[in-house]
């Protein structure tokens, strides 16, 4: 999957960077005070990151396509990270957040507990936030796009014990269309990575 946003890393810049997040990036940024460390996996364009810089968070990029990393520093003008997050040792970067935006659509079903959890080592053991956002596309089983890409869907039914299973409580749930006008449904968690509530 990779291979396709190496490939066409200006088309998907050009597709998504103009997208205005704060609809379903407001209930994330509620959980965060100006200041925090926010790590943005799967940052793409850096869209997502500039709209945190200017709440005043201190953003830092994760990215796998190197050619959007390289957009994405130019865009949001922070550090971006490349690497795999599948592979990555998450613990040495120490955040108060991460933003996994659609970041983790590719991802097998049966991976998604273990790459979670990998990421969100990510979050420092003395933050006070610990705070993670999570989106998905809602449906059933996996499927191919036009482009070649293979999405794995999700249902609450299932997600939701896997995300309990892991340690993380839900803060936030919502249910949302794409913002690019296709109609996909989407799901969309805040998350607190400690074990129990806040």
């Known amino acids: 999957m990779k291979d396709y946003y190496c490939r066409h890393y200006r088309d998907y810049y050009t597709e998504t960077a103009a997208i205005d997040p704060e609809p379903f990036l407001g209930p994330f940024a509620a959980h965060l005070v100006s200041g925090d460390r926010v790590l943005d996996v799967g940052c793409g364009s850096g869209r997502d990151l500039l709209w945190l810089k200017r709440q005043g968070m201190r953003v830092t990029g994760f990215e796998g396509s190197p050619g959007l990393a390289g957009l994405a520093r130019k865009h949001a003008d922070c550090r971006v990270v490349e690497g795999d ?16 935006c659609g970041a983790l659509v590719h991802v097998p079903h049966e991976l998604l507990s273990s790459v979670l959890g990998n990421i969100c080592r990510a979050l420092h053991i003395d933050s006070q936030r610990r705070i993670a956002y999570l989106s998905l596309k809602e449906g059933d089983g996996r499927r191919m796009d036009h482009r070649g890409r293979m999405f794995y869907d999700w249902r609450p039914a299932d997600l939701d014990p896997l ?21 996909q449904p989407w799901l969309g968690y805040v998350l607190y ?5 806040p």
Not at 193 to 197: E, K, L
Request: aromatic share 10%.
């Open 85 to 100: 997050f599948i592979s990555f040792d998450f613990a040495a970067l120490a955040v108060d957040a991460v933003l996994m």
């Open 163 to 183: 995300l309990r299973d892991g340690g993380m409580t839900i803060l936030d749930f919502r249910r949302g269309a794409a913002a690019d006008g296709s109609g």
């Open 193 to 197: 990575c400690g074990g129990s509530g």
